[in-house]
């Protein structure tokens, strides 16, 4: 069966740190895109990060929202088939469902330059929480 599964989100106060992960199965990660993305009540969902694994040079490249920059760091185990979302300095904006997605290569590579309907999402998030 064709799915992805994200776990780890929690409850955590302001200025504190969660790990996400993302597992794939029925597919290998390689040669594809993988992103998360979040949504907040009464918001639409926006794009976190994303990362490739491929065998060509783009291979590692990442992507982050200008939000979470220098907070969030995006990471892949391939034989784990796993990628996992590193969150840092969490704050209450943080809030939100957080799914990962995947696409082709180029889609995270030229992030800007591709609509949302490039990416694939079957999983029921996760649920992240930043209160005090």
């Known amino acids: 069966q064709v799915q992805l599964v994200e776990s780890g989100g929690g409850l955590v106060q302001p200025g504190g740190s969660l790990r996400l992960s993302c597992t794939a199965s029925g597919f290998p990660f390689h040669y594809h895109a993988i992103g998360w993305f979040r949504q907040a009540p009464g918001k639409e969902r926006e794009g976190v990060s994303c990362?490739?694994?491929?065998?060509?040079?783009?291979?590692?490249?990442?992507h982050y929202t200008e939000a979470v920059k220098g907070r969030f760091t995006i990471s892949i185990d391939n034989a784990k088939n796993t990628v996992s979302l590193q969150m840092n300095t969490l704050n209450p904006e943080d809030t939100a469902v957080y799914y990962c997605?995947?696409?082709?290569?180029?889609?995270?590579?030229?992030?800007?330059?591709?609509?949302?309907?490039?990416?694939?999402?079957w999983g029921q998030g996760t649920q992240v929480t930043v209160s005090s």
């Open positions: 997605s995947v696409a082709s290569p180029i889609v995270c590579l030229h992030y800007d330059n591709y609509p949302s309907e490039a990416w694939d999402s």
């Open positions: 990362i490739i694994s491929s065998d060509g040079p783009s291979n590692g490249s990442t």
